[in-house]
Each structure stands twice: as C-alpha cells, then as structure tokens.
C-alpha cells in the first residue's frame, strides 16, 4: 500500500528550484510563505531551496540577498509564537542556496538557449543536494521548479529544464513546474505556450497557480454548493437575479508590468473568473482533480460572447479633485513615471458575463476589478429574486411611489432591462447570500426579519456563518494542523501533487476567450476609458451598467458593523480556549 503523500515525502528528497528570486512576487509572496512552512514543520526534511537570480548572485558572493532574504522572512509571524527567534530565520535560510541564473531576453524564441549556460549553476547545486541524499533511505529525489519570470521566458526557460534534466523512471522522482500569472497575453499566445510545453512535458507535470484557489473560501464553497439541501434547490435561474463578483484594491498600480497587461488580465481573466467558474459548475463527478477541472472547463466555454459596448466599462484613476500635494500616491494613473503616457490599460473594469445553459440562461454575472479605489475587498454577492406575491408592500406603496416613479424614468432608456432599484429604509432589499475573500474570510446571508416594535415593518438581518469555521480555521493554523497562507497551501498541493486548485491548459485558453474581446475593444478605442477619483468608488457608468442589467445597491453592509469578530480576537480566542469552549462561544 501506497504511503500518503505527506508521509511518502517525509522519505524523499526534494530540491525547490525559485527561478527569479529577487523579484517582487518572490521577495514578497513566495519566499515568507516557505519560511511560514519551514517554521511550522511542513516542509520535508530533506529539502534544498535553490534561489536563481538574474542579477548576478551566486553562492559564494549573496551578501546582498542574503541581508534582503532576513529581511523578507523576519517580518512573518507564525500563528503560534509572539516573536521569531533569529536562530529560527538562520535554520531556514541555511537551506537556502544562491545561484546565478543568466537569464535569456524577455522576448526570447521557444527554442531553448544554451542549457548549460543558462542553468548550470542550477543544476550544480541541485545534483550536489541529491547526492548528499543518496543512501537507501531516500526514496526517490524530486524537483519542483518555480518560474516566478515573466511567461515569455516559459518556453525557453522549461525547453532548458528538459534538456539538463536526465529521463527517469518515475520512481526515481518527479519534476514539476509552477507556472505564474498571466500565462500568456491573449488565447493565442496561451495555446501557443501550452502546445509548446507539451511537446516537452505532460499536463500532470504542469502547476499554474492562481492563488485565489488556494483560498479556504473558496473550497467551503464547493463543500457549501454542494453538500447542503438548503443551498443546491435555489442555486439557479429561477431563484437567483444577480450575481456579482468584485475584487477592489484601495493601493494604485505600482509598476510598469501593471501598465503592459491592465486589470483585465491581471485580475479578471484569472482570478474573478476562476471564482465564478467555481460558483457556476455543475455537480462534478467527484473530487478528482480532474473532475472538478471538467466541470470548470465546461461552464467557461458556455459563456456567451461579451457586447464590449453594451456590457463592459473600462476606466482609469486620476488624481483627487482639488490634490495638490503631488505625492505618487496622490497621482493620477497616467501621471506615474511608468506608465506610457498614451497608456490604455484599465485600472478599472466591470464585464457582465452571461452564460448559455440551462442553470443560468438569463442571470447576469457582474464580474468588477478596480485599483485605486476607496475600500480594499474581494467577495461574491449572490442576489436572489423578490418573493412572489409579497404581501408587506402595501403599506408602503404610498412612501414609495415618488421613488419608484423616478427609477421608472430613468431605465426609460434601456427597454427590457430590469428596472434599477436599490434598498431603501422601507425596502430591505432582497435576499443576499455573500462570500467574502478579503481582507478576511467570512460568510453571511442576508435576510428580512420584522423589525422590533409596534408593527410588521420589514427590515435587513444578517445569518452569520464563519466565525466558528474561522475560529477553528485560526487554532488548526496555531497548531500545525494547516498550513497558513494561500501560497503555502498552494506550496505543498504542488509537493504532493494534488492539482484540484491549479489550473488546467484548456481551462486557461477558454478563460481568454472570454475577456479577448473586451481586451481589443478597449485597445481600439471601441470602449470608451473613463476616469475616476483616487479613492473613490470608480466610475459612474459601472453603477449605471450594473443597475440596468438588475443589480440591486444594497445599503445595508457590514462595514463598521462591528458584527464580524476580528482575525486578531479569534486568533486569541482560538490559541487560549479549548476548542471545544471556542464552538460553544462562536455559536
């Protein structure tokens, strides 16, 4: 019998080759979370991380990056200790090794360069490691290459890999590449770098991350969807009216890869409709990596083909009206150093997405990214339908009529939309079931409930969810029982292989379809851009956009509610009550 893949890891040797080490994903993601792993003992024991620069760093010379590598990992605090000890951060960048990595040009042909050249102090290191583990008890030696780079070297940069790389049986060790976002720049550049890591790697050895996967919302709810009787009846057309997908970032863009790719393919092509390919799905045939896959793969190529014109709206930040104090925090998008001074690339964008089955025919998926706007969060906002034949409106009719009147007016404008409509101090709004990705995970429903006092008035209540669920979240995490970190967790799936939250080659190609069209129309000038205020709530016409396609503004919000117990009270609740007191408490 085959040995789990945690403990069948614990007998092999493993060397983690990060290619880019000094760049900003892996100075400030990647290299903290393999210390979070190192420091909470997940890590295989047998374990050499390989840190590949581009700007000439090698073992013998890394003062530098040594002095720069403590200071990345210093400030990570696992969830169980109050500070790090020095000789903690000295243990784990002990297994650190540097190494020069001469990298071929950015816009470098699929045929490889000089395998020897271009990785041969890589790959020095690597056999140096294995052979100091090659006695009987190791089991296997297995590599794990992690390409933070820009893609155009994929092909070029994995083409070196397979040539130094000697064939061995599988039980010998695996290879395995990270891939990272954005793979590709359109559906043509995507399937062109998928059919040329094929001709060299399988599908099973290919990791691309995206890392709102690895979120633990996101797997409750798949658990959610589908393993609850309350939930699977409603979760379709004839129930839901809306469902909205937002990430919104308060920080502007910060470098000049933002202004080569925009926030369509920053964000939206992966991440937003990674989620709704997760919220949409069928039932998959099982939990297999691959069934789950399918199920994804099948709702993304039913999307309907976007109207840029009719259903996109693009913008970008200027600086705050009456702003004089000139800082580049306080800038305007096209103000900043980096940015191309003709630049189109969105800072903001909302697509409204609609997809063609049986589920979902009619319900529109508003999917929002934005930078430089006035609340930093990332959530799904599912509406569902009025209830038929609602019988507490009628003494309000009278209250509402002006109001109604006005709405009426303005969709005018647009015959057969839904009329627009927000919640108001006599309409609680309808019926909300939200997920939250950041800055914390929570789950909550909102409901309509009598309000206290004389009277039947109906008003907006809140089903909270998570904070047991976080709770205990918070004292696996303290314990060692789970990882902490979506990149560690997405880590150690890449380790033991399991690639439910990593995503698939055809997956990728049929999620650039997707957003290829608005992409070119913003690039042609087809889509007009629009301007917003820094910090603001971004432009005007997504509000008009989601309000036409029956989007409800719900006033009611947890914002200041003060409702959501803080990461900080449950961690404390979680490290110093026994677990079973903290379900008592949380319930």
Known sequence: MPLPPKLQARHECLTLIVLGATGNLAQRKLFPSLF????????????????????????????????????????????????????????????????????????????????SSLLSDVFALTRAHEAEHADAACLAHNRLFYLALPHALY???????????????PASGWTRLVLEKPFGHD?????????????????????????YLGKEVIDNLLVMRFANRMLTPIWNRENVASVQITFEETGGAATAYFDEHGIVRDVMQNHLLQVMAVLAMDRPVSLEPEDIRDAKLKVLRQVRRVD????????????????????????????????????????????????????????????????????RRSEIRIQLKDVPGDIFDDEEEEEDEDEEEAAAARDDSHPGCEPSRSSTKTDPGPNEFVIRLQPHEEMYMKLTIKEPGLGVSPVPSEMELSSRWRATQLRKEATGETVRGTLSRLLLDAVFGHRAHFVRGDELEAAWAIVDPVNEAVERGDVAMATYALGGDGPEEANALASRV???????????SGAVPSDVDLERRARLVPSREVFAGSA
Not at 83 to 88: E, G, M, N, S, V
Not at 314 to 340: C, H, I, N, T, W
Not at 352 to 363: A, C, F, S, T
């Open 550 to 560: 029956g989007v409800v503004q719900t006033r009611f919000d947890r914002r200041g």
């Open 187 to 211: 559906a043509a550049s995507a399937a062109a770098l998928n059919a040329s890591l094929r001709t060299r790697w399988s599908e099973g050895d290919l990791f691309r991350i995206d890392r």
């Open 36 to 115: 979070n792993l190192f420091a909470a003992g997940q890590l295989p024991p047998r374990v050499r991380v390989v840190a590949a620069a581009r700007d000439g760093h090698s073992d013998e010379s890394f003062g530098d990056l040594d002095l720069k590598m403590r200071g990345v990992v210093a400030p990570v605090l696992p969830s169980n200790t109050a500070t790090i000890p020095p000789a903690l951060v000295n243990e784990f960048l002990a297994l650190v090794r540097f190494a020069r990595f001469n990298a071929p040009p950015d816009d470098a042909s699929t045929s490889p360069p000089s395998a």
């Open 308 to 375: 840029p014109a009719a259903d996109a709206v693009a913008g970008q930040y200027v600086a705050p009206a009456g702003d004089s104090a000139g800082s580049s925090s306080s800038k305007g998008y096209l103000e900043q150093s980096f940015v191309k001074p003709d630049s189109k690339s969105p800072t903001f964008a909302m697509v409204v997405l609609r997809i063609k089955n049986e589920r979902w025919d009619g319900v529109p998926f508003v999917l929002k990214a934005g930078k430089g706007l006035g609340e």
């Open 155 to 169: 092909a070029a940069v994995s083409g070196a890999f397979y040539t130094l790389v000697p064939i061995r049986p």
